[in-house]
């Protein structure tokens, strides 16, 4: 169903390579107007690397420093290109799984898209399982410097997504979506 919020006008109130930030004047379908700020971001990956050591599965997980929040979390190696709008999902993800963890896939297969915040942001993210890893250097950015890098049994994370040692929407989202369909 289409919405009945007709943009009545549109600026952009800040904007920097990451992100835009636009401020919308609406009108809702009782005729009264409002204003929407809509935070505008490039599509991100989120990539769940499933391996197996004896029997026992496991999922590369970084952790990092969160400036926004002022902590550090647990989530699935992920991103975006900001230089390279035009580069394919796959090829993020692929990229974003090396840089972060070292891993190269065998198999990059996705999973589906989410939105992130679809209450302020127009940013979709597709979520992707990773398979027939190997090892390699990673090759951080210089803001992830600070990462660590850790191969967690699945059954340990989904512990971890329960008591709240994971508390990134967008990894328990995308660790829910592959567990519902079957891939983890």
Same mark, same amino acid.
């Given at each position: 169903?289409?919405?009945?919020?007709?943009?009545?006008?549109?600026? !952009?109130?800040?904007?920097?390579?990451?992100?835009?930030?636009?401020?919308?004047?609406?009108?809702?379908?009782?005729?009264?107007?409002?204003?929407?700020?809509?935070?505008?971001?490039?599509?991100?990956?989120?990539?769940?690397?499933?391996?197996?050591?004896?029997?026992?599965?496991?999922?590369?997980?970084?952790?990092?420093?969160?400036?926004?929040? $002022?902590?550090?979390?647990?989530?699935?190696?992920?991103?975006?290109?900001?230089?390279?709008?035009?580069?394919?999902?796959?090829? !993020?993800?692929?990229?974003?799984?090396?840089?972060?963890?070292?891993?190269?896939?065998?198999?990059?297969? %996705?999973?589906?898209?989410?939105?992130?915040?679809?209450?302020?942001?127009?940013?979709?993210? %597709?979520?992707?399982?990773?398979?027939?890893?190997?090892?390699?250097?990673?090759?951080?950015?210089?803001?992830?410097?600070?990462?660590?890098? $850790?191969? !967690?049994?699945?059954?340990?994370?989904?512990?971890?997504?329960?008591?709240? $040692?994971?508390?990134?929407?967008?990894?328990?989202?995308?660790?829910?979506?592959?567990?519902?369909?079957?891939?983890?």
């Amino acid at each position: 169903m289409e919405s009945e919020i007709v943009t009545l006008s549109s600026r !952009i109130a800040y904007e920097n390579r990451w992100l835009r930030l636009r401020e919308d004047i609406i009108r809702r379908p009782d005729g009264s107007d409002g204003l929407y700020g809509v935070v505008e971001r490039n599509d991100f990956v989120a990539v769940a690397a499933i391996g197996d050591d004896a029997g026992v599965p496991w999922l590369a997980m970084v952790e990092q420093y969160r400036y926004p929040v $002022r902590r550090r979390l647990w989530e699935l190696p992920m991103g975006m290109w900001e230089e390279r709008p035009d580069a394919t999902p796959e090829t !993020i993800a692929a990229g974003e799984l090396r840089e972060e963890t070292g891993l190269v896939a065998a198999s990059m297969r %996705h999973a589906g898209t989410l939105f992130q915040g679809a209450g302020y942001s127009n940013q979709k993210g %597709h979520v992707f399982l990773a398979t027939g890893l190997v090892q390699q250097e990673a090759e951080r950015e210089a803001t992830e410097q600070d990462m660590v890098t $850790r191969r !967690i049994p699945l059954a340990e994370v989904e512990a971890m997504i329960c008591d709240g $040692r994971i508390a990134c929407m967008v990894s328990i989202a995308a660790i829910g979506m592959l567990r519902l369909k079957g891939m983890l």
